[in-house]
């Protein structure tokens, strides 16, 4: 019965250090995004600058270009 209670706090511990670690990657990441989505600016884009007639060929609303 006296090594039942260690495995137990054995495990506890590791369920919380793996959540943290689990959530620590999750907000990461999702700040990693946010920060590449703020941060960078898209220059022009190789896009047809005429209406095509030709299936698949699409070109900017606006061009900025």
Known sequence: M???????TRRFH????LTAAAMTVFVSANA???YVAVSSEPGCVAHLKDKSGTPGGYRAAKSAC
């Open 2 to 8: 006296m090594n039942a209670a260690p495995t137990r």
């Open 14 to 17: 590791l369920l919380w250090i």
């Open 32 to 34: 990693h995004l946010v």
